[in-house]
């Protein structure tokens, strides 16, 4: 009966698990619907005020002076990882960190080997990770899920503007996790700074012209920062969604997957108990057999 207790106290272990894995579902998935439907709107803005500002700096007359758009030989570069502050969201950090190493050895192996790319962690997750593997940490920022909205973002947006203006770095890339449902997120690698005016073959946009007061030129230099700003909200949010749906996705799975095992434990145990009672049986028979 020894084996018997191991597996109730199993199943029973078992169990415990799957009520907390279904609710962290169940708050995974109110929080994936709030954030969702952010990021379903921002995300038409931002792509408009991204398009009007390549349009607008299309018809421009000559060339504008901002140092935001200054394309710099990269000599030091800064990577921003954006994680998140807790786990259990299957390898949603993990393939940030695996992202950011293969990117880094492809595209910036010299300055790597020279010490010049530095990581900025936006997460708990990725500055773990980076401490962990002593990499050159140039700050983190763990708060700002805490209360994730357009004016803390547009705060770090404006550190970083800082940093490039100063001629600290030369080039800014941000990995991040950008969502398409609950299941599917995909790693993406953008540069924040300089900022291209250059259009993606994928969305390239149509030429417009637009009438502008008070000038055009005016108007590209009061958009570059919003449309930073914008852009560093747009990625966090994308990246607080696809957290919620990984990690709906991850608490799901092991639902599923104790309840497979509860019912293994709970078929193994009633042939155990089933073979204890006929050895009962049996050794009460042959006591009244020998008895005879």
Known sequence: MGGLKEIRIRIASVKSTQKITSAMKMVAAARLRKSQEKITYLRPYANKLDQVLKNVHKNLE????NDLIKNRKPEKVLIVLVTSNR???GAFNANIVKEASQYINK?????????????FAIGKKGADSLKSHHLQLEGENNEIFDDLNFKNTSILAQHFMDMFTSGKYDRIEIIYNQFKNAAIQYVTTETFLPLSFEDDQKNKTAELDYIIE????????ELIPKSLK????KII??????????????MHMATDNASDLIKDLSLHYNKARQSAITNELLDIVGGAEALK
């Not at 008070?214 to 230099?221: A, E, I, R, T």
């Not at 914008?230 to 909200?233: A, G, H, P, Q, R």
């Open 62 to 65: 000559g060339d504008i002076e």
């Open 87 to 89: 786990g259990l969201c």
């Open 107 to 119: 595209v910036y192996s010299k300055q790597k080997q020279q010490n010049k790319v530095s990581f």
């Open 214 to 221: 008070p000038n055009s030129q005016y108007m590209v230099l």
């Open 230 to 233: 914008i852009k560093m909200f």
């Open 237 to 250: 949010l994308d990246s607080y969604t696809s957290e919620h749906g990984a990690r709906m996705t991850a």
